[in-house]
């Protein structure tokens, strides 16, 4: 898992940490570690959204840090009835 966090850490560009992460994907399959697996899987599903991050460092933690914002609002009322009054509600307080 270390050498996964130095890909993000060390990689300077796109070229490169597509590089380096199909050399893990490799050495994960060599390993025959089930553990692996899943995260191998989700990298491979998913390795053009994940790549974009090394365009310019950044990630949608702030979007979903809202998000989970929004559905512990949303959950703290138990559902939303009036949605223009939600979204107003919404608006006030996290605007």
């Keep these: 898992m270390q050498r996964l966090r130095d890909i993000f850490n060390k990689a300077k ?10 050399h893990w994907y490799k050495d994960v399959e060599e390993t025959g570690f089930k553990a692996f697996n899943t995260i191998a899987n989700t990298i491979t599903l998913n ?9 310019n460092r950044s990630t949608n933690a702030s979007a979903e840090s809202f998000n989970a ?8 009322f138990r559902g939303v009835r009036n949605v223009e009054f939600f979204l107003y509600r919404l608006t006030n307080i996290f605007a």
């Design 47 to 55: 390795y053009r959204s994940i790549l974009n991050y090394f365009i």
């Design 13 to 22: 560009s796109i070229e490169t940490a597509y590089t380096e992460l199909a």
């Design 69 to 76: 914002k929004i559905k512990a609002f949303r959950a703290q």
